[in-house]
C-alpha cells in the first residue's frame, strides 16, 4: 500500500520544484541559526539566493561526520532548546558520540516516513508488531514504535527481551510483523529450530529488517527459516533513523523519500557528482527537518540511485541496498564502531602492544568478535593468573565503551602480522553481509 501516494509519487518535475523550495528555506533556516554553515557558506563564497536548481547542489560544501563530532553537543542545532521534544545519538563512541534533536515537527515527519516504510510492506492495523529493537538513544525502536501506531497495529515494544522471551511474546501474543536487524532475525531462527519450535506454528509473515548491511543470500535464508517476506529499510541517526529509504512489494532497490531528503552520489575520492546508476558515496541533504538539519552530509554509505518510476507506481527515486562503506566502520549486532575507538580502549590498558585484528564471525545467527592483542614480553613470563585477568579487563572494558561484547585472545609480540606498506587490515570479516 502507498501511504502518501501524493508524495510518493509526484512527477520529477514536481518533486525537483518542491525539493529546491524545501532547500531554499532549509538553507536559509541554516544560515540564520547555525555558525557552522554561516561560516561554510561563506568561505566557499556561496550565495544562497544563487541555488536555483537541484544541479545547483554541487555548489555546496559537504558536512561531515568529523564536523558534527566537533559540534558536540548541540552547537548544530538549528532551533532554540526549548523547541526540541526529543534527543538521539549515534551508539558506542568512546570519544563523543553526534546528538541528534528533533522537534514536534520533526516528529511528526519522522513518524509519517516510517509509516511509510511499513505500509510498503503491507502492514496495516490488523498487524501485531514486535519491535525487538533498542528503546533508548539508538533510532531504531522509538522511531519504528510512533510509525507503527500511527498506521494503527498493535505495537509490541518487546525491545531487548532474551531471544526465548521473544519467541514466547511471538508465539502467545500471535505477531505478524518483526522488526530487527537482519542479523537478530536469523538468530531468532536459529533458537527456534533448537527449541523444535516449526515457524508454522508461529503466525508471522513479514519482516522488516534494516540498522546493518545484508546480503540477498542472507534474505532467501532468513525468509526460507522463519516462513516470511522480509523486506530492507535503511536510514541513519544523523539523518533521522529509520525512515530515510525502503523496499516496496516489487524489491528492485529501496525507495528515498526524496521529498524530505535529497540524495546524491559522488565519487569519494574526487568529490564529484556521479551520474544516475553509477557506485559512490551516498550523501543527503535534509529539506524539511527543523532541529538538525544537514546540507550535503556524507554517509560514507556505498550505493548507487536511479530515478526511473518503479512497477509499484511510486516515483521516488530508489538506491541499491548498501554495498559496503567508505571507511572501516564495522556494525556488531547493530552497534556501529569503528576500529579506531577499538584501538582506543586498548591503548588506554597498561602492557598492550598497538597491534591488534579484529574478526567478525556469525555463529548460530549471531555475531561474534574476536580480538587478538598483542601484550608486551614480560607478561607472557609471568604467571597465567596476571594474563587472565588481563584479558578479562580487556573484555570488561570494550563491553563497557562500547556496548559490545568481544572475545580476547592475548598473543605474544610480533605474532599480528605487520603492514608491508599497504594499508593495515584491522578487521577480517567473516559474516555473509555482503556477498549476493
Ligand atoms: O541504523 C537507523 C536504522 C534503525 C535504520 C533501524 C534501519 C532500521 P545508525 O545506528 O546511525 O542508524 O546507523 C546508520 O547503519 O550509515 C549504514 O552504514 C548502516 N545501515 C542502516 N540501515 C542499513 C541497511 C540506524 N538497510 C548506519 N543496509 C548507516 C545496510 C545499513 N546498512
Redesign the pocket.
Known sequence: MIYERENETRSREDMEQLQIERLQTTMHRVYRNVAFYRHSFDSCGVNIERIKSINDLAFLPFTTREDLLKSYPYDMFAVPLRDIVRIHS??GTTGKPIIVGYTRNDINIWTSLVTRVLAAAGITNHDFIQIA?KYNL???GF??HYGAEKIGASVIPASTEDVEKQITIMKDYKTTVL?S??GYALHIAVVLKELNIHPEELFLRTG???????SENLRTQIEESLHIKAY???????II?????FECEKQCG?HINEDHFIPEIIDPETLETLPEGERGELVFTTITKQGFPLIRYR???ISSIVSEPCQCGRTLARME??SG?TDD?I?VE???VFPSQIEEVLLRIEGIEPHYQITLDRKEGVDTMEIMVEVEEEFFSDETKILENLRERIEREISSHLGIGAEITLVEPKKISRSTGGKLKHVIDRRDVLSK
Request: no cysteine; glycine share 20%; charged share 15%.
Open positions: 549515534t551508539s529493537f539508538f533510532t531504531g522511531g519504528f522488526v536487524t537482519p522488516l529488517f534494516g540498522a546493518e548491511p545484508w530492507d529499510n535503511y536510514g541513519l541517526t544523523e533513523g529509520p525512515g530515510v529509504a529501496l554517509t560514507g554509505d541496498r548498501v562503506r566502520m556494525i547493530g552497534i556501529n
